[in-house]
């Protein structure tokens, strides 16, 4: 079993950054792949950024790319997602989330998640 805790999240304005963590316990995560989904009020939940268990590799969806850079300490189990230029449709909570092997774009390709962590950014 893998145990996945978020934290980092919060009000900020537009153009703000956070950085948000994720500590996982329970088992080494280093050959795990990393991955970020956020879901906003009436919305499914959506990829947002991965990285592989290397941390050579990141993946990011479009509406993120350029804004934020996800990575990982392998040596301290943890993921982050530095997220810059914060927007008003960033708002939702996020939530990190492993699986073996590479990472995937679909939830249901997940096995381990975190409880989310809530980021809002008003305008």
């Known amino acids: 079993q893998v145990q996945l805790v978020e934290s980092g999240g919060g009000l900020v304005q537009a153009g703000a950054s956070l950085r948000l963590s994720c500590a996982a316990s329970?088992?080494?995560?280093?050959?795990?792949?990393m991955a970020w989904f956020r879901q906003a009020p009436g919305k499914e939940r959506e990829f947002v950024a991965a990285?592989?268990?290397?941390?050579?590799?990141?993946f990011y969806a479009d509406a993120v790319k350029g804004r934020f850079t996800a990575s990982r300490d392998i040596a301290k189990n943890t993921a982050y997602l530095q997220m810059n230029n914060l927007k008003p449709e960033d708002t939702a909570v996020y939530y990190c989330?492993?699986?073996?092997?590479?990472?995937?774009?679909?939830?249901?390709?997940?096995?381990?998640w975190g409880q989310g962590t809530q980021v809002t950014v008003s305008a």
């Open positions: 329970g088992r080494t995560v280093s050959s795990y792949a």
């Open positions: 990285v592989t268990w290397s941390d050579r590799d990141t």
């Open positions: 989330a492993v699986r073996r092997g590479g990472p995937a774009l679909a939830t249901t390709s997940y096995a381990y």
